[in-house]
């Protein structure tokens, strides 16, 4: 089982007047469109400091991604810890990003670099998902999820201000294949030890499903 790089990602908000966020294109591989994506990669030498926790050596990460692949310079204690993910251990290359959420700087116009990454949109949440189940844009699980929760605030101060209170157990998803795609299952999903989609209880997953059928995101918080 490979280990799982450590990894930090930021998700820049703006209020324009209502809630935006900042998304990403990744350049095109093997002919296909980039997937859209928050800013972030591996936590470098240059982030780890002696003795830091890991959650903090993943903060400088998202700060120095966000200035690499956007052009902007995040105070990385505005950033506020919102999530953990970690790649399921089938992947060959597998991560445990730490999501951060932050406000967009005064100056926040973004600048990217052409080569990694094509191109960036600011956009409302409901929006992002919107173009997601149009195929406008591809959002990745995380991505997908972490816009899910957006989407019910109006201004950037809410998510902000709420979302490093409920963060949930890391995820580590189990997926379950079926007919119509995918099924994610996350820790405190009934299901989540044992793979049934019909358990009793709590819910935590998310369907990735095939067209014509939307993606859908279940959270029943205890």
Partial sequence: MTAPLPSGTVVVLRDAPGLELLLLQRSARDGQPGLWVFPGGKVDAADQRAGAVPADDARRAAVREAAEEAGLALDPRALAEISRWMTPEMAPRRFDTWFFAAPAPADHAVRVDGVEIA??????????????????????????????????????ADPLRELPARIPAPFRPRIQRIEAGACMLYPGDAGYENGELEAVGARHRLWALADPQPWRYEWTPR
């Fill in 119 to 156: 191109d960036h949109r600011w956009i409302a949440p409901a929006a992002a998902l919107r173009a997601h189940h149009e195929h406008a844009l591809r959002l990745a699980p995380p991505t997908f999820v972490t816009v899910t929760w957006l989407a019910e605030f109006k201004a950037a």
